[in-house]
């Protein structure tokens, strides 16, 4: 199995010694999300996040899109210091997100109008990707109408309507049923397989981050940081029957033992301090 990735061709993210300290506001004692990120992530390229809870998975994501300010190192976005959100990002949150009051084309259009986009060409531009997520028939549909893996659509096609360069999903899955959550997988790959877009993937699923990912980043805890990348050599495109292959089950596999490993050496560090 091939564990170790090499060189990024023409990066679009990348980290360099990157850190995260948070301070508690009553006790005024530190701690430490993140340290020594380093990361490149190449454009076009699937790259999932996964490890234990509290390695600073959203954090880091948050730091890339710009919502919360990093302490330490570099990060970069298309070449250029990230000082904040920028119109080549977009999220896709796992709470949805939506605005209960907006029906489905003008959550969609919602970032074009803040963009300035005029009313025809957003609405224009929303049915399109309603379409793309296959939400035809409920463009006038609200939110509390749409079941969870709906709204999910919703989100997703809100995020592609701006077309960002970069993609950054949070566990954009993680609330929805086992069925639901495989058929959007597919979705999704569908669609990165035809805009080819950068996407930046938190998730605790091993089997998912196999699915979707060229590439997986192993991340520890007590601080958060890179332990491990790992490139998965799968065929693309990918289907249904691809969760099925040998090789498939032997990268969830070695990801599950990584991830355990990680799990027991913080419960033990947790019962010696």
Request: net charge negative.
């Amino acid at each position: 199995m091939s564990r170790e990735h090499g060189s990024v061709a023409k990066p679009v993210i990348e980290a360099t010694g990157l850190g995260k300290t948070y301070v508690e506001e009553r006790t005024e004692q530190a701690f430490r999300a993140l340290e020594d990120i380093n990361l490149s992530v190449g454009d076009g390229e699937f790259v999932s996040l996964i490890g234990p809870s509290g390695c600073g998975k959203t954090t880091l994501l948050k730091i890339i899109d710009g919502l919360i300010p990093h302490d330490e190192g570099k990060l970069s976005v298309l070449g250029r210091a990230v000082k904040g959100p920028g119109p080549e990002r977009a999220v896709v949150f796992q709470n949805f997100a939506l605005l209960p009051w907006l029906a489905t084309v003008e959550n969609v259009a919602f970032g074009l109008q803040l963009r300035g986009i005029g009313r025809r060409e957003r609405e224009e531009t929303a049915a399109r990707y309603i379409s793309m997520v296959g939400l035809q028939g409920f463009e006038r549909s609200y939110p509390r109408q749409l079941s969870g893996g709906m709204q999910q659509r919703v989100g997703l096609a809100r995020a592609l309507a701006v077309d960002p360069q970069i993609l950054l999903m949070d566990e954009p899955f993680g609330a929805l049923d086992a069925q639901t959550r495989n058929l959007l997988q597919s979705d999704l790959l569908r669609i990165w397989d035809a805009s080819r877009k950068t996407v930046v993937f938190v998730t605790h699923a091993m089997d998912e981050a196999v699915f979707l990912s060229d590439r997986i980043i192993l991340m520890g805890v007590r601080p958060g940081h890179v332990a491990e990348e790992v490139a998965i050599d799968l065929p693309r495109p990918r289907t249904e029957e691809t969760r099925f292959e040998p090789r498939f089950v032997e990268y969830a596999q070695y990801i599950w033992e990584q991830l355990r490993t990680m799990i027991g050496r913080d419960e033990q560090a947790v019962l010696a301090a």
